[in-house]
């Protein structure tokens, strides 16, 4: 394992220190755990799925509000229920 030297403001030098104190874990464990858990974030793009983002916003006339009420929306439209033949 190779060392490195980082000079850190302050307010997030106490901040990893007291999360340590608390844990009982080394700094480097918490330092480590969260560099690892950003570049984890990093490799994968969250929002918005750039592959189809020229479509967003594309179709006229749904709800302002459907990505926060799909659900609400699908049940209304009888999406999921058995058909009757």
Same mark, same amino acid.
């Given at each position: 394992?190779?060392?490195?030297?980082?000079?850190? %403001?302050?307010?997030?030098?106490?901040?990893?220190?007291?999360?340590?104190?608390?844990?009982?874990?080394?700094?480097?464990?918490?330092?480590?755990?969260?560099?690892?858990?950003a570049a984890g974030a990093a490799r994968e793009p969250s929002?918005? %799925?750039?592959?189809?983002?020229?479509?967003?916003?594309?179709?006229?006339?749904?709800?302002?509000?459907?990505?926060?009420?799909?659900?609400?929306?699908?049940?209304?439209?009888?999406?999921?229920?058995?058909r009757n033949r």
């Amino acid at each position: 394992m190779k060392t490195l030297t980082v000079r850190l %403001p302050e307010p997030l030098a106490a901040a990893i220190e007291a999360e340590a104190r608390g844990r009982r874990v080394s700094k480097s464990d918490v330092v480590r755990e969260r560099l690892a858990r950003a570049a984890g974030a990093a490799r994968e793009p969250s929002a918005p %799925p750039y592959d189809i983002a020229d479509l967003i916003g594309s179709v006229d006339g749904l709800p302002a509000d459907l990505g926060m009420r799909k659900k609400r929306y699908l049940k209304a439209t009888g999406y999921g229920r058995k058909r009757n033949r």
